[in-house]
């Protein structure tokens, strides 16, 4: 029996060492390069000085509290789809409904 030569057993190395590390370093490229969060935020602040737009905040509050001393306007987010009016609608406690005239 031969024994096969340096290069080619160098060359078998190199194909099965590789592949694997090819593979690898291609995942986590992928990985990396995906957003790390899809979630949308409920409210934006608009800059005063540059009106770059920055949607990043859940409540108005949040909002407030980082345009406070630096300016800004906070706004509920223009890419999110029309909210339900009546979902933010204060609520009035002991309130009752009345009918209008002729109804019961």
């Known amino acids: 029996m031969s024994r096969p030569s340096t290069s080619t057993a160098a060359k078998q190395l190199l194909k099965l060492g590789v592949a ?40 108005l509050e949040q909002c407030k509290a980082t345009s406070s001393g630096r300016g800004g306007d906070c706004q509920r987010n223009p890419f999110l789809p029309p909210a339900n009016a009546l979902a933010y609608a204060p609520k009035t406690v002991g309130a009752k409904h009345k009918a209008p005239a002729g109804h019961r």
């Open 20 to 59: 694997p590390i090819a593979a690898l370093s291609a995942l986590a490229f992928v990985s990396t390069s995906t957003p790390a969060s899809a979630r949308t935020y409920e409210y934006c602040r608009t800059d005063i000085l540059s009106h770059m737009l920055q949607c990043g905040f859940d409540s």
